[in-house]
């Protein structure tokens, strides 16, 4: 007798078993992204009733750029713009919500959010981020420093999508923004600045972020079709760390970089002390460490960097970063851009795990 013949029974119950388990998995699946498709077409119906309920009652909507105006689901049910809105899994819970109203360069934004019981809760990314991923200590993951919650280590699951780019989340800050360096390039031809300095009697620049060429340059980059309108929506302004340092502090903590801030930027490039924090090498404890390009995902975005940041000591170098380690260098050298800037702390989480095979999805 065959091998075939003699386990026929066992072979068809075996390949019975495994049918059945991919329709059970394919159905779980399926059921699961279609509640998840229902409250989304939920925030959907209550972000349109919103518009609908505002048009009606001007007086609602901000008046001040970055303002905020909140409309409640029951005042949208009072008005008849909606009818109460209940969990999919059971139709015995209502649901609770609001739509936030931002005001945000002249245009209005309308951000919804459901709460349905134990069911669902729309979640923010930074909201999701802190309550699906562990606080570390050590190896590559999210930290806990000084109220700021920053990714270190070479592969620490802090991969995010905006429109079609991949960013990486350098931390999400204390009230909740998300901070990000994009791993494209907007340009490999740029200078920082370029302009006469007197103290050197040449074209090499002058080392004033607020002044400068490379400011001027990421200005423009918002305005470009590197960032689509979808994209613009969720960049926030925030202050930056213009800081300069002098050619003999070597520290990491940042106090340099923040002693001067430029207000209300929309896109900066990274500071020298970020480049340095990421790595979890016990031997980066100064910018002159090479070790500091080892466990370290900045690494991996570029080897090469240039920062906000310029040299105390003169009027014309400012900090780059090869391999690890801060150098300084004419501002009028010609450099790749990396932007790096920060994302509402409004911003909806869609799905992910930040993963570079599954990062984080935003809508």
Not at 252 to 277: H, P, V
Request: charged residues 25%.
């Amino acid at each position: 007798m065959s091998f075939f013949r003699d386990n026929i029974l066992k072979i068809v119950i075996m390949f019975a078993v495994v049918i059945v388990l991919t329709i059970i998995f394919s159905f779980m699946f399926t059921s699961k992204k279609s509640i998840s498709d229902s409250y989304e077409k939920m925030e959907l119906q209550l972000k349109e009733a919103a518009i609908n309920y505002v048009n009606s009652n001007k007086r609602l909507l901000p008046k001040e750029e970055g303002a905020v105006k909140r409309v409640n689901l029951d005042s949208l049910v009072n008005a008849k713009e909606i009818k109460q809105l209940y969990a999919v899994e059971d139709s015995n819970i209502a649901c609770t919500g609001y739509v936030n109203i931002v005001m945000k360069d002249k245009e209005y934004l309308y951000k919804p959010y459901v709460k349905c019981g134990k069911y669902y809760e729309t979640l923010t990314v930074s909201q999701y981020i802190k309550s699906n991923e562990d606080i570390v200590l050590e190896n590559d993951g999210l930290y806990n420093m000084n109220g700021k919650f920053v990714y270190r280590g070479e592969n620490p699951n802090n991969n995010i999508l905006l429109g079609e780019k991949l960013y990486k989340i350098i931390e999400i800050t204390e009230n909740n923004e998300l901070k990000l360096i994009s791993t494209v390039s907007y340009d490999d031809d740029v200078v920082w600045d370029d302009r006469y300095n007197g103290e050197k009697d040449e074209n090499v620049g002058i080392n004033d972020y607020s002044k400068s060429r490379i400011k001027d340059t990421l200005e423009e980059a918002y305005k470009s079709d590197f960032f689509t309108n979808s994209d613009r929506e969720k960049i926030v302004k925030h202050d930056l760390c213009i800081g300069k340092r002098s050619l003999n502090d070597h520290s990491i903590d940042g106090t340099a970089e923040c002693s001067i801030i430029e207000k209300d930027q929309y896109i900066g490039l990274i500071q020298l002390n970020e480049y340095m924090r990421a790595s979890i090498d016990q031997k980066c404890q100064s910018t002159q460490n090479p070790e500091c390009e080892n466990y370290n995902y900045l690494y991996n975005v570029s080897r090469y960097m240039r920062t906000l940041n310029g040299v105390l000591e003169n009027t014309y170098q400012i900090y780059r970063i090869d391999y690890g380690v801060s150098y300084a260098t004419y501002a009028s050298n010609s450099f790749t851009v990396y932007p790096v800037i920060y994302l509402d702390k409004d911003v909806l989480y869609k799905k992910g795990d930040g993963t570079l095979d599954n990062p984080y999805v935003i809508r």
